[in-house]
């Protein structure tokens, strides 16, 4: 059901299980599963208080925090219209940089200019490239206006790739997500949810948990993401008689990081 909101689970406490889920126009939605794959704070407001008291995957979800990510999109343009970078992407260290990634080269329409003779004239392009620049945790960098985050981007552009000096700065534009991801700080691992339920536990019967804040192993990541939705399907077909593996194992570690990892 697409553009439909979900406002709050109806839960059975003595059944431990989920019976509807009310959505938008005070309607309610029935199912014999559900299925959640909302990040964990959406998660935590349309649970009602008995369902996070007894399910035990729960009781932690309050206590996680968030982190924000900044992307910044700057539009380089060089006298003769080749890129500023050829890598597909950049890990940048030792700057507000962590990661620059490249978008490809693009045509950037300029504001049109008025004319005496026609309303408007039409508006000049110029081949320019898209970076991508990523700031990851930047609790430190949200707070920083807009102007002054792209200004810092496009010195420490300059500084890596010396073809940037000569360029030309066509278009600039932060985009904010200040609850981006979970915050893995010590000790977190505990509130991660498992995708099955637990009964012995007083899980909901019937909820089953997808999301990168989960049970996976992997960090904040899309790939940790996909894991998860993977093991709550595999967690509800095998709980329906069917022993299905659906979840491709990790590839093993090198021998370079089992010795530097001292395994």
Same mark, same amino acid.
């Not at 996070?52 to 996680?64: A, E, M, P, T, Y």
């Not at 940048?92 to 978008?103: A, C, D, E, P, R």
């Not at 981006?180 to 012995?200: C, D, E, L, Q």
């Given at each position: 059901?697409? &553009?439909?909101?979900?406002?709050?689970?109806?839960?059975?406490?003595a059944?431990? !299980?989920?019976t509807?889920?009310?959505?938008d /126009?005070d309607?309610?939605?029935?199912?014999?599963?559900?299925?959640s794959?909302?990040?964990?704070?959406?998660?935590?407001?349309?649970?009602? *208080?008995a369902?996070? /008291? &007894?399910?035990?995957?729960?009781?932690?979800?309050?206590?996680?925090?968030?982190s924000?990510?900044?992307?910044? +999109?700057?539009?380089?343009? =060089?006298?003769?219209e080749?890129?500023?970078?050829?890598? $597909?992407?950049l890990?940048?260290?030792?700057?507000?940089? /962590?990661?620059?990634?490249?978008?490809?080269m693009?045509?950037?329409q300029?504001?049109?200019?008025? #004319?005496?003779?026609?309303?408007?004239?039409? &508006?000049?392009?110029? !081949?320019?490239?898209?970076?991508?620049?990523?700031?990851?945790?930047? +609790?430190?960098?949200?707070?920083?206006?807009?102007?002054?985050?792209?200004?810092?981007?496009?010195?420490?552009v300059?500084?890596l790739?010396?073809?940037?000096?000569? @360029?030309?700065?066509?278009?600039?534009?932060?985009?904010?997500?200040?609850r981006?991801?979970?915050?893995?700080? *010590?000790?977190? +691992? !505990?509130?991660? @949810?498992?995708? #099955?339920?637990?009964?012995?536990k007083?899980?909901?019967?019937?909820?089953y948990?997808?999301?990168?804040?989960? /049970?996976?192993?992997?960090p904040? =990541?899309?790939?940790?993401?996909?894991?998860s939705?993977?093991l709550?399907?595999q967690g509800?077909?095998?709980?329906?008689? +069917?022993?299905a593996?659906?979840?491709?194992?990790d590839? $093993?570690?090198?021998?370079?990081?089992?010795?530097?990892?001292g395994?």
């Open positions: 059901m697409l &553009s439909t909101s979900a406002h709050q689970f109806d839960y059975d406490p059944q431990k !299980r989920i509807g889920l009310h959505i /126009q309607r309610m939605l029935t199912a014999d599963t559900f299925v794959t909302l990040p964990f704070d959406r998660l935590a407001k349309i649970s009602p *208080p369902l996070l /008291q &007894s399910d035990q995957r729960l009781q932690g979800i309050g206590s996680i925090q968030v924000p990510i900044i992307g910044i +999109h700057l539009v380089f343009a =060089t006298p003769d080749s890129p500023i970078m050829d890598l $597909p992407h890990v940048v260290t030792g700057s507000m940089i /962590q990661w620059l990634f490249n978008k490809g693009v045509d950037h300029e504001e049109a200019s008025a #004319s005496p003779v026609h309303e408007t004239l039409p &508006s000049p392009t110029t !081949r320019g490239q898209h970076l991508h620049a990523v700031i990851s945790a930047a +609790h430190k960098e949200v707070g920083v206006g807009a102007d002054e985050l792209i200004a810092q981007a496009v010195r420490e300059k500084s790739f010396p073809k940037a000096r000569q @360029a030309t700065l066509l278009h600039g534009r932060v985009v904010k997500e200040k981006a991801t979970f915050s893995a700080r *010590p000790g977190f +691992h !505990r509130y991660r @949810a498992a995708a #099955s339920p637990n009964r012995s007083g899980d909901a019967v019937n909820l948990l997808a999301g990168d804040w989960c /049970q996976t192993g992997w904040a =990541t899309m790939e940790g993401a996909v894991r939705g993977y709550a399907a509800l077909l095998r709980d329906l008689g +069917h022993d593996l659906l979840l491709t194992p590839l $093993p570690a090198s021998p370079l990081y089992q010795f530097l990892a395994e």
